[in-house]
Every structure is written in structure tokens, then in C-alpha cells.
């Protein structure tokens, strides 16, 4: 019978899923609210009471004879007022759920109409960007195709509903259209789509801290139906709960379920931290691209604050991230941005790098469609900079940051916080990248000019550099690695970040390395004529 009643249940549901869109809510929520509790007065008037259900499922040996006999004593006025209250007990409770119920298909109903207006501007002016003269026909487009191993949003605690769950299909369209005007090997960087979702999500666990993160995001944001924020909460921490759900509707607060430790080899328990942090991505990513079906998200985690063009920055990227095969994500870190190893004046100087940076970095969900299938137990962050991940693909970096960590605490003990990242320099300037050409990011052209720019530079010692007065100019000028100690050596003498991952040098293209010391350009560099990295330089 319950199998029955919670069949019945998701069916009505389904059925009110497709006539939403058909303008019939309320009164299709009405008619399944009273065909519901009919069924449900019924169903409760017939059933036993509650781990008493009798043989053939019975929750005890037994039951179903006490349940028989017991019935039988009923017969009088005491026992049906007995059965009279534990009914409406049972009535009560299931009532309240349903008022809970009621009131998500009002919040949804009124962001779904919120959505459907956004989607008429945006029409309007896709179609005046275009000078359009006929209208196009309205295209009917298939429900978003879900992952292969979509997990179950049943489990999902959504504390506000998201502003969009589904891209309208005139952005589509137009994005569409975008594709087909452009050829295999050009990419159109003049114009970024201004009606494009970029969603944001943050990265929680048990910082209150993260009011920091979440209070510039939202006062530097210009648009919450362009970037709506996700806060994906880890941990089950019920302060950072309370922070998080203080913003109300200006964001949207998930809680991933499973808070279960992993079962690791005994010597990785020390690196509990590292697997949950793998699992909460994973989880938190599906959500993003499989359950609001968003196309594009900027991950940032809850102990970083963004610049003020942080939205600037990644809107005006997110086209050449689009169309560039060679690309795989755009970055707001750079490695190497302490003060002094940065060019203050320089503020809207961007690079490719081999280096995976993290720290507020912009994903496609074709690419995650790519990664989930393979995401890693633990380690996510060096894992994306293998080889068989990486794919001699690149990312998008700044000269000068667009996140800075304020997080000492945390899994990795405050690794490199104390000695680089706390002196991270943030730019403070609004940098309108949106009205730049940044067409020079594309590989070709990238590559010829970088390569010139790199081997053309005298070649210098460090010694030379270290000593003032005896190098005239400002550079840039080369210094030249020829192994792995070398450039650790190297590195550290001039001041930069010395690890590398896979081979491959943080802030690291093509093996060259570039930053400011003293005041002068200096291109940390291999050999002319490099072609591939060592991957156990590590």
C-alpha cells in the first residue's frame, strides 16, 4: 500500500512538472493538494499504527495478531477515541509537510516568472545587437540531458531556490548563431555575450569566515541573474550554517549529505581532509551543471575575497574559454603575485599558463563531463595537474590577482601561507576587460609573440641581477634553467614559488617563468628549443 501511495505521489508530481510550464499552476496545485490529502485521509484511516504493520512486513513477530486483537478491543468509545487522536496526529503531520511543499512551488513559481521576463529582455536585446528585422521562430528545446552519473538531487538540502535552473532557449539560440559565424581558428573576443549565466559557487565547510568571501561577491556582483550564487556547504556546521543562511534570497545554500568519514589506508588518515574535500567537489559540481543546469560555473572557496572587476574579468574571458580548444580554464590567481614580483602598472596584463592556479577558476560543463567520470578520491588540485588531465591544454592568469586567500587555517596546515600567500597582492582597480581586445590570448598569436618576447632578452646570471648597478635598463632579461635543481636554486634566489607539479613550474608556459625582481622583467627560462616538460621533475 505505501509503495502504491508513494508511486501515486511521484506521479502527481511529474504531472505538475509538465503542466507548469503551461501556465496551469494553481490550479493544477490545488487539484492534486485536495485529490492528495483524499488519498491520504483514506490510506491513514486504514492502515495499522505505525511499527506495529503485522506479518508479511510486519516491523515485529507477532504483530499482526496483536494488531487483530487489539482491534477487536476497540470496539468501544475509549478505543476509537484513541484511534480518532492517533489519526490526527498522523493527519497533522503530514499536513505540515505538505504547507512546506506548498510554499517551495510558490518560491519556484514566482523566480520561474522572474526568469521568463529576464528571458524576454534578453531577447530584446540579442535581437537589437543583431539588427534583426524578422522574428525568429520560437524552437522547442529538449529537457538538459543529464550525467551518466547524475547523483540523486533527492538528497539535496536546498535552503532558497536558484534564480535560474535552465538556460532560456533564446541564449541558446543565440549562442548557437555566435558558433556559426565564427570559423574553426577564430574567436570572437570583441563583444562577450551579455546575457550569458556564469554561475558561482562557493566552496564551504565550517568557517564563519566565509562572510567575508560572500559579503564582497554580492557587493561587487552586477547582476544576480547573471551570477547567482551557490553556497555548497560541507561539514554540517551549524554557525557556518547560520552565516551562510542569513543572506536569504541573494544566494543559494546546499548541504552535501554524506558527512560519513572515508574509509582510507592507515597512512593517509592524516589526510581525512583531503578525500572530503574531493568528495564535497564532486558532489557540489554535479549539482551545478546536472541539477540547476547551468552551463558555466567560477568555483571559489570559502576563505578567498574577490577584486572589484572579479565579475569583469571572467565575463570578458569566458568567450575565448568558449571557443579556444587549447584552453581549459581561466584562472583569478597568479602563483607568483606577491608584491614586488608583480607589475603595479600592469593591471590588465593577462598570460596563458600550463599550471593548473585554482583559487577562483572558471569551468565549461563539457569539461566537467570530461573530469567526473576519473575525479580523484583525494588531491584533487594536483591531480587536474597530471598530464593525462591537463592534455597540453592551458589556463587564462592575471599579472596581478583577482582573489587573495585569508585562510591559514585549513587541511594543508597553512602550506606556503606564511612565506607567499598572505603577501598575494589584490587589485584594487576596476579594469574594463569586457572593452579590451584580448584576442593576443589565442594560442597562434600567443605563442609567436610570447616565444620573441622570451629569447630575445639578454641572457643574464643571477649574480648580475642580485648585484645593483652592474645590469643598465630595465629588461626584461633572461635567466637559464637546465634542470630541476637549477630552477628550484634559481627560483629561490629571485624570489619566486620553486615547486613543480607534474614538471611543470607554478605560473610555468612552456618552462618559462615570469615575474618581476628589483624592478626588472625577468623571464625564468629553459633552453631554446624546448618542447615538453619533465614530469619527474617534482
Known amino acids: 500500500m505505501m509503495k502504491a501511495f508513494t508511486s501515486l505521489r511521484s506521479l502527481l508530481w511529474c504531472h505538475w512538472a509538465m503542466v507548469r510550464k503551461k501556465g496551469s499552476l494553481i490550479l493544477c496545485v490545488a487539484f492534486l493538494f485536495i485529490a492528495w490529502n483524499a488519498l491520504l485521509l483514506l490510506f491513514l484511516w486504514g492502515r495499522p499504527p505505525i511499527g506495529r504493520l503485522g506479518e508479511g512486513g510486519g516491523a515485529e513477530p507477532g504483530a499482526g495478531e496483536e494488531w487483530g486483537a487489539g482491534k477487536a478491543k476497540m470496539g468501544g468509545a475509549n478505543g476509537l477515541a484513541i484511534e480518532v487522536i492517533r489519526l490526527a ?64 538531487d533527492t538528497k539535496t538540502v536546498v535552503k532558497n531556490a536558484p534564480v535560474v535552473t535552465q538556460p532560456h532557449p533564446e541564449i541558446e539560440e543565440g549562442k548557437a548563431d555566435q558558433k556559426q559565424e565564427m570559423s574553426e581558428n577564430e574567436v570572437d573576443l570583441t563583444k562577450p555575450s551579455p546575457q550569458i549565466i556564469i554561475s558561482i559557487l562557493v566552496i564551504a565547510c565550517d568557517r564563519v569566515t566565509v562572510k567575508r568571501s560572500l559579503d564582497k561577491l554580492i557587493q561587487y556582483r552586477p547582476s544576480p541573474e547573471l551570477f547567482p550564487i551557490i553556497v555548497s556547504q560541507d561539514c554540517g556546521h551549524a554557525d557556518t550554517a547560520r ?15 554524506d558527512l560519513a568519514d572515508i574509509p582510507v589506508r592507515p597512512d593517509h588518515r592524516k589526510f581525512q581532509g583531503y578525500y572530503k574535500i574531493a568528495r564535497h567537489y564532486r558532489w557540489a559540481l554535479n549539482q551545478v551543471f546536472n541539477v540547476f543546469a547551468y552551463s558555466t560555473v567560477v568555483i571559489v572557496e570559502d576563505d578567498l575575497e574577490v577584486a572589484p572587476d572579479f565579475f569583469e574579468y571572467f565575463r570578458a574571458l569566458y568567450p575565448i574559454l568558449h571557443s579556444d580548444p587549447t584552453l581549459w580554464c ?97 587589485n584594487i582597480e576596476l579594469v574594463p576587460f569586457t572593452k579590451l581586445d584580448l584576442s593576443y590570448l589565442v594560442r597562434e598569436r600567443y605563442d609567436e609573440v610570447f616565444n620573441k618576447d622570451v629569447y630575445s632578452a639578454p641572457l643574464v646570471k643571477v649574480e ?18 637546465s634542470s630541476r635543481d637549477s630552477f628550484k636554486v634559481l627560483a629561490r634566489n629571485l624570489g619566486a614559488m620553486d615547486d613543480l607539479k607534474s614538471g611543470v613550474p607554478r605560473t610555468g608556459y612552456r618552462g618559462v617563468v615570469s615575474f618581476i625582481s628589483r624592478g626588472r622583467r625577468i623571464y625564468l627560462a629553459p633552453h631554446e628549443g624546448w618542447t615538453k616538460y619533465d614530469t619527474s621533475w617534482s
Open 89 to 152: 496526529e498522523e493527519v497533522e503531520s503530514e499536513l505540515e509537510t505538505q504547507k512546506k511543499l506548498l510554499k517551495q512551488i510558490q518560491t519556484h513559481r514566482e523566480l520561474w516568472e522572474q526568469q521568463k521576463e529576464l528571458g524576454k529582455k534578453e531577447s530584446e536585446n540579442a535581437k537589437k545587437d543583431k539588427n534583426i528585422q524578422e522574428p525568429k521562430k520560437t524552437h522547442q528545446f529538449p529537457a538538459v540531458p543529464l550525467h551518466r552519473k547524475i547523483v540523486d
Open 243 to 257: 552565516v551562510i543562511g542569513s543572506y536569504g534570497s541573494q544566494i543559494t545554500h546546499i548541504s552535501q549529505p
Open 330 to 426: 581561466v584562472s583569478a590567481w597568479n602563483d607568483n603575485g606577491r608584491e614586488g614580483l608583480v607589475d603595479p602598472g600592469k593591471t590588465d596584463l593577462l598570460y596563458r599558463t600550463d599550471f593548473f592556479p585554482g583559487l577562483g577558476w572558471m569551468l565549461l560543463k563539457e569539461v566537467w563531463a570530461e573530469l567526473e567520470p576519473k575525479w580523484p578520491k583525494a588531491f584533487w588540485d594536483d591531480w587536474m595537474r597530471h598530464p593525462e588531465q591537463r592534455k597540453e591544454r592551458s589556463c587564462i592568469r592575471p599579472e596581478i590577482s583577482r582573489t587573495i586567500t585569508f585562510g591559514r587555517k585549513g587541511v594543508s596546515l597553512g602550506q606556503f601561507f606564511d612565506q607567499y600567500l598572505r603577501y598575494i597582492k589584490l
Open 464 to 481: 648580475e641581477l642580485q648585484h645593483a648597478g652592474s645590469l643598465k635598463g630595465s629588461g626584461p632579461f633572461r635567466v637559464q634553467y
